[in-house]
């Protein structure tokens, strides 16, 4: 199994990224994909997930800012970044949770002020 992120770069707050994680080795529309991201200095936090049924879910400081999606004819999931803040810097990695436990390579998102 294979998740290959991308999309992160550098953006001025208020700005907007969009990141993808495209899978491989696996059958995609059963899992759920979830995203995490750490800063400098931090322990890694969950962003946000998605089910094999579509069903979502958000970190609060993220909620209303962030969106998870997923195209399983690409098996790839999204995350649309949008009125980014300095605070949402940080290494973002995908990660296919338990049973799978797969993770990622990280995308580096940095927001400047």
């Known amino acids: 199994v294979q998740l290959q992120a991308s999309g992160g770069g550098l953006v001025q707050a208020g700005g907007s990224l969009r990141l993808s994680c495209a899978a491989s080795g696996i059958i995609f529309d059963i899992v759920t994909v979830e995203w995490f991201r750490q800063a400098p200095g931090k322990e890694r936090e969950s962003v946000a997930r998605?089910?094999?049924?579509?069903?979502?879910d958000y970190a609060d400081a993220v909620k209303g800012r962030f969106t998870i999606s997923r195209v399983n004819a690409n098996n790839t999931v999204f995350l649309q970044m949008n009125s980014l803040k300095p605070e949402d810097t940080g290494l973002y990695f995908c990660n296919l949770p338990p049973p799978y436990n797969y993770w990622g390579q990280g995308t580096q998102v940095t927001v400047s002020s």
């Open positions: 998605i089910g094999a049924d579509f069903n979502t």
